[in-house]
């Protein structure tokens, strides 16, 4: 599903316009990615959270040559599937 359908999703089951739909799912990952970005977490009881991670330095290789290369430390953005959602998924 892309983002189009999702919107349609929303405006089918909530009654809303399309382009309310839009507006409203828009706003909602604007922040959530302001909240992640600025090291805050984001819990949806149910669904999941967002938090952003440390991912720490190591050793790596060009798959291309083999040489060796040192991948550096960064934050990733992480997503961990609530309870209710996991549970859905596995029937």
Sequence with gaps: ???GELVDEIAENTEVTKKQ???ILT???????????SGEKVILVG?????????KAKDGRNPQTG?????????????????????KVNG
């Design 47 to 55: 669904f999941g959270s967002f938090e952003a991670r440390d991912r």
């Design 1 to 3: 599903m892309n983002k």
């Design 67 to 87: 040489k060796k290369l040192k991948i550096p430390a960064t934050r990733v953005p992480a997503f961990s599937a609530g309870k209710v959602f996991k549970e």
């Design 21 to 23: 739909a839009d507006t």
């Design 27 to 37: 706003a909602l990952t604007d922040i959530i990615i302001e909240t992640v970005s």
